[in-house]
């Protein structure tokens, strides 16, 4: 079976010199899942009050259904039905949503959001404000926020994050994952493939900054990773040890940002294009996509630019933009431009690191293998059924080549963005690269 499962609820002493305790405790992945939650509830409080957070889909799929569970067994359930808002988009999680929800679920109940990264990021906020333990339902292998400590909302229209806490235990059911929409599914897929380009990343931070980094967190996936990347055409199908497979894989890839207390080792550049589509939005209004089929695509974009990178055999440094692009970010340019400012540093050592050419010969020797080739992540997103073209995500060539371009400034994190600039091939790679590869 998946060996990843044994180790949640499990303490490890691991070689990077850190004690890692393995959040959740434990994960309940079968069909009468639903029967488990009222025995970890009874260990979390005396009250039994609860109040579950989901919106009208996830309440088809599997809300309902609890609710009921614990009603029949003599729970105060109080629900919280999300309602779409009037434009035909969903429910968010935003500042805004999260007050109204705090305002109205009252006081000791135990919180379970009900669905994927939306309801569960609302509740992991309103329980770690509360200081209160919370379970989840998940109802989409569809991103790895499950079992991560993060929550990613918007605050005052800029994307953050925000150190919570993970749930004691997650929840879910073979079957309400396979009847997922595809395009969730296809999104987890999204989000997981990133694992390639975002631990080279880390690796990066570490090797140039000494960063702490945790080989055993990186290592996490290993095992599961073949299951759904070698036969992509699977989990389209909706192959039960495929989708388990995924939906574990996402559950690790968030205990490793728990492991790392930081999310560092589940996104790097690939995430900030992602993100950068994210702001454009908030800037023009042009809707975006999900999160991991932007995610997708910023992995193909990436992955070739790593391979662009370690090509070069004798590098001739440049120095990076000196600013951000003002203009282009609107009202977001002073927030964006604080974290550019603070990257400066990074950039200077990166420089004076890399610059000794020996430095520069290791980096590449011991970055390559954590890598897939991007012909390998495309053709995986590709015959998955995912979003591998950037007019699968409505993006014309011009918006993505602008997020491509841009994605380095918006946060603090070095990553391969970064070095592309060092190196002088950005942004000039970026057009060669959006032109033939998306
Ligand atoms: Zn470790
Ligand atoms: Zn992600």
Redesign the pocket.
């Known amino acids: 079976m998946i060996e990843g499962n044994d180790l949640f609820g499990k303490t490890i002493q691991?070689?990077?010199g850190?004690m890692?305790q393995i959040t959740p405790n434990k994960v309940f992945y079968e069909e009468d899942a639903i029967s488990f939650i009222q025995e970890t509830l009874t260990g979390l409080t005396s009250a039994k009050r609860v109040a579950v957070i989901m919106d009208v889909r996830t309440r088809a799929a599997a809300g309902g259904g609890i609710v009921e569970h614990l009603k029949l067994n003599d729970w105060l359930v109080h629900e919280v039905v999300l309602t779409d808002p009037a434009d035909g988009e969903s429910p968010v999680c935003d500042d805004r949503t999260k007050e109204r929800l705090q305002s109205e679920i009252p006081a000791q109940h135990v919180i379970i959001p009900v669905g994927g990264g939306v309801m569960t990021d609302l509740g992991k906020w309103i329980a770690f404000d509360r200081g209160i333990p919370f379970i989840t339902f998940a109802t989409a292998a569809s991103m790895n926020g499950y079992a991560s400590a993060n929550v990613a909302p918007t605050v005052k229209g800029i994307k953050s994050l925000i150190r919570a806490r993970p749930p004691e235990a997650i929840f879910s059911r073979p079957s309400v994952l396979m009847d997922a929409p595809w395009e969730l599914t296809a999104s987890g897929l999204g989000d997981i493939i990133a694992k390639s380009v975002s631990s080279a990343d880390w690796f990066l931070n570490h090797f140039l900054f000494d960063d702490y980094f945790?080989e055993?967190?990186v290592g996490l996936i290993a095992d599961i990773e073949p299951l759904y990347f070698d036969h992509p055409e699977a989990l389209n199908a909706g192959d039960p040890g495929s989708i388990k497979a995924l939906f574990m894989g996402l559950l690790l890839t968030g205990v490793s940002m728990t492991?790392a207390e930081s999310s560092a080792p589940s996104s790097g550049g690939e995430h900030m294009v992602s993100h950068t589509l994210d702001m454009m939005s908030s800037v023009d209004g042009i809707p975006h996509d999900l999160h991991g089929r932007q995610v997708g695509i910023g992995t193909i974009l990436a992955s070739e630019l790593y391979r662009r990178v370690l090509a070069i055999d004798s590098p001739d440094w440049k120095s990076p933009p000196s600013r951000i692009d003002a203009p282009f970010w609107g009202y977001l340019s002073g927030n964006i431009n604080e974290q550019y400012d603070r990257k400066q540093e990074r950039l200077q050592k990166a420089e004076e690191v890399l610059s000794e050419r020996k430095q520069w010969d290791e980096l590449r020797t011991r970055i390559q293998p954590v890598l897939r080739a991007p012909g390998d992540v495309k053709d995986c997103l590709q015959r998955a059924g995912a979003a591998y073209r950037a007019e699968d995500i409505g993006c014309g060539e011009e918006r993505i080549l602008a997020a491509f371009r841009h994605a380095h400034e918006i946060r603090s994190r070095f990553t391969v963005l970064d070095l592309a600039y060092l190196l002088g091939i950005m942004p000039k790679a970026a057009e060669e690269i959006v032109e033939e590869w998306v």
């Open positions: 691991c070689s990077c850190r890692h945790c055993r967190s492991m």
